[in-house]
Structures are given as C-alpha cells and as structure tokens.
C-alpha cells in the first residue's frame, strides 16, 4: 500500500495550458508539503499545509495554488504553463509541523512543458 | 545567502571501500540535518536524522557526523555495495527542510 502517491506520474503539456497534480497519504500525518526538483537536482519546497492550512509559501508565482481538501490530500494547481515550470514535482508528508519528522515523499510527477 | 554544497557531483568507489560525503552549509543555524537516499526516478528516503547538539549518528553501516563550528556534516558508508548505488542527499532544518544538489555514489563490484 503505497503511503504518499502522486497522480499522474507523467504529464506533457503545451505552454499556456492549465494541469493539476494530486497527491494523497494514507500516514495520517498531519503535514504535507509540494517540492519543486529542477534539471540540477535541487530539491526546493514551494509549499507547506499543517492540518489544510497553509504554513509555508516560498516564493512561487502565484500561478502555482495549492489546495489542501482535508490533511490526507494536498493537491497542486498550475495555470498558464510555462517552459521553466518543466520539473519533477514530489509530494512529501511528515508526521508533524516543521520539527525533526522526517519527510515521506512520493514518487514524484514528471512535468514537461513544451 | 543561505547556501548547502555536497562535495563532488559524482564518487565512484570499489565495493568494500568507504564511501564520505561532504554537506557544507554558510549562513544557516539548523537545528537538525537530515539524510536521504534518491535512486532514480524516485523519491527520496530518509537515512539518518542528526541534531545540533550531537557529534555523531549511526544505523547499520550509515554514519553521520555534524560539526557546527565548521558548519558541516559528514556521511560515511562502510562495507559499500552495489545497492548502495545512489543519489544521497542532505537537508538542513531550521523552520523548512531546505536540500543540497545530492552527490551520486556508484560502487564498482
């Protein structure tokens, strides 16, 4: 049973268009979270939801909207598509706010803009 | 700037050796520093937790040491093996969990 997943896995677009990415935990964690892995391999956060609030939002254009339906699901919405929005993006979730928990992340979705 | 550096890109190592990874950090005060493995096209997988009041950490043939008057951590994989072929990633934490680019291990059998 799969504990983070992420749907689809794979998602080619045109620029312009408008894509959604979800994401769900059966951990029971409290905290989940959207990370943005470019070319270079960074790991960078975007997003934070602790119990369907938001609590971390780095600088994202706000092009990107999270939402999060109840703490098991946070999903992530991108408008108006861009060539620099092709990334992997990967879901995490951790047992509590920001503290030592560490992070279960999901396999990832492959974004690719053309 | 906030800045993490993992040593090299890439080590390439021969079965049996140890493998050490380097994770530098300037202008950051973690309170913690965490581990991970990413193999991939896959997510990463926590490894090892260390605190800022510890020296060093240990699970299996995994240790960590964090040294925060140099403002850096050390990660040793002992007995390498093939499986442990992989991406391994530090990520300091302070009110985020913020990651450094990953160095690629391949252990050569």
């Known amino acids: 049973d799969t504990a983070v997943s992420q749907t689809p896995k794979y998602l080619v677009t045109q620029m312009g268009n408008d894509k959604s990415i979800k994401c769900e935990q059966n951990l029971g964690h409290d905290t989940m979270y959207w990370y943005k892995q470019d070319s270079k391999k960074f790991l960078k956060i975007m997003f934070s939801y602790n119990n369907k609030e938001l609590i971390i939002n780095e600088t994202v254009p706000n092009r990107f909207s999270p939402k999060s339906p109840d703490k098991a699901h946070l999903n992530l919405h991108i408008n108006s598509l861009e060539l620099g929005d092709s990334a992997v993006y990967f879901c995490a979730s951790s047992p509590r706010d920001i503290d030592t928990g560490e992070l279960f992340f999901g396999e990832g979705s492959r974004l690719t803009v053309l | ?109």
């Open chain 2, 1 to 109: 700037s906030q800045k993490i550096e993992q040593n090299s890109e890439a080590l390439n190592i021969q079965e049996g050796k140890t493998a050490t990874l380097t994770c530098n950090y300037t202008n950051y005060s973690p309170a913690y520093l965490q581990w991970y493995r990413q193999d991939p096209g896959r997510g990463p997988v926590f490894l090892l937790l260390i605190r800022e009041n510890e020296k060093e950490k240990r699970k299996e043939r995994l240790k960590v040491t964090f040294d925060t008057t140099l403002k850096q951590s050390l990660f040793h994989i002992t007995a390498s093996q093939p499986a442990d072929s992989a991406t391994y990633l530090c990520a300091l934490g302070d009110y985020k969990l913020s990651f450094g680019a990953g160095t690629t291990v391949t252990v050569r059998a």
